[in-house]
């Protein structure tokens, strides 16, 4: 480790000819460093352009951790695939919310504090009922979660500990429920109420399937998928949604009006929508004989592969061998259909063929949590609602982080401007 003095950027400003030492913190400079780079007296500084922000980050966090290169994802310190295997996920999500695993009787309380929260107000009923039959379950869920400030006035009281804590209980319990509730208007189905004697996984499973029966009793081997699908989706670092909840929470806006920022970052289709674009992309292919011509196509440039390779992991995701053993799981139970058929019968292909495999386009998490969803009968319009279940644990734990960060304010990223200047107005009979 360098000692302290050492630890600068040392940058020459070619316009002036000056030399500027700046600090290195945690390999990073602050881009409010480069204000010092001036060329007059009124001269404001230089700003960094980073569009997408691809190489710049917003805050200091100590939730989550993605290697891209290793090919590592942790929460708090502990292995994804550790958690997969020996956790379930209201224990990681009190991991990440709480910042430390819970005891024996810290997880029973946690557990059942959320259980006891999964009913919503009968309003909601009503106003989920004001949807089109056929309108998107996430746009559904988008607005009920954003509803849910209107009933709980007082989250707006963000500073206040207790309120918090609420807040977050309520957000987890009540986020399957709605969610469920969203399935069932789509499909024109009463909405069924949760089952507090089933887990919480089970309880969602439940308010989804449930039909004529008195109970509902889901298959053991299914609610452990579930759940394991949801460890694994819980945080993935700054995400887009992630971001949006954080840029909207800096406004100390209540924390219902937050996650639905994150919910409104899933609607497009390069974020929360991938795993649907992957269904719709074997129902393209519709057959196991396509599926050496649609390879020979993405080859050739002339088709889009979807649920391949990762825009962070350089060399494996660590969630795809976890989730490729759940999905051989549920398939044991629910059968293989024909499009998972096609979907296996391109993964093969896909981890041996030279292009793939030169390209590093490796099957991804999205495209295992498709294959999930379509053998649980889930419609591709789902695939969203039920990323945001479990990511709303990751969501709840960044916002908590932010409120407490005395670093963090309102967001208001610069600019550089790239239009007219002084223009004089002229009136519409002169132009």
């Known amino acids: 480790m360098p000692s302290e003095p050492d630890r600068r950027l040392t940058v020459i400003d070619q316009r002036t000819g000056r030399s500027y030492e700046l600090p290195i913190e945690d390999d990073s400079i602050r881009a409010g460093a480069l204000r010092r780079l001036t060329v007059s007296e009124e001269d404001t500084g230089l700003v960094s352009y980073d569009p997408a922000w691809s190489n710049t980050a917003s805050c200091r966090s100590a939730i989550t951790h993605v290697d891209g290169e290793r090919g590592s994802l942790q929460y708090r310190g502990y292995p994804v695939e550790q958690l997969a295997e020996h956790s379930t996920y209201l224990e990681v999500a009190y991991l990440l919310i709480n910042g430390a695993m819970p005891t024996a009787a810290q997880l029973e309380e946690w557990v059942e504090l959320i259980t006891i929260h999964t009913f919503v107000h009968e309003n909601i009923k009503g106003f989920m009922e004001g949807f089109r039959h056929d309108a998107q379950p996430l746009g559904m869920l988008l607005g009920s979660v954003g509803a849910l400030s209107t009933f709980y006035p007082e989250a707006s009281e963000v500073d206040d500990p207790r309120s918090r804590e609420i807040q977050a209980i309520r957000l987890l319990a009540k986020m399957p429920t709605l969610a ?32 004529t029966e008195l109970r509902y009793e889901p298959d053991p081997r ?54 649907e674009a992957v269904l719709d992309m074997l129902a393209r292919i519709e057959t196991r004989d396509e599926v050496a011509p649609f390879v020979a196509a993405v080859a050739e440039g002339t088709e889009e592969l979807r649920g391949f390779g990762h825009n962070v992991y350089t060399s494996h995701d660590p969630r795809t061998p976890i989730l490729r053993r759940t999905a051989e799981e549920v398939f044991a139970v629910t059968g293989k259909s024909p499009l998972i058929e096609v979907a296996l019968e391109l993964e093969q292909i896909a981890l041996t063929d030279h292009y793939f495999v030169e390209c590093k386009l490796y099957p991804n998490v999205d495209f295992y949590s498709a294959l999930i969803y379509h053998a649980l009968g889930l419609p591709a319009s789902m695939f969203g609602v039920m990323l945001a279940i479990p990511r709303t644990s990751g969501w709840i734990a960044h916002w908590l982080e932010m409120i407490g960060d005395r670093e963090q304010r309102l967001w208001r990223p610069k600019q550089i401007y790239t239009g007219p200047r ?9 132009r």
């Open 222 to 275: 299914l609610e452990r998928a579930l759940d394991t699908l949801f460890v694994v989706h819980a945080d993935h670092e700054q995400t887009c949604s992630t971001t949006a909840v954080r840029c909207v929470g800096s406004t100390r806006v209540d924390p219902y009006s937050a996650l639905a920022a994150g919910i409104a970052a899933l609607y497009g289709p390069l974020h929360g929508r991938a795993a």
């Open 180 to 211: 469920a509730f969203a399935y069932r208007h789509t499909h024109g189905q009463p909405y069924v109420y949760p089952d507090n004697e089933l887990s919480y996984t089970g309880n969602l499973l439940s308010m989804i399937y449930k039909m």
């Open 422 to 430: 002084d223009l004089s107005y002229r009136p519409a009979s002169e």
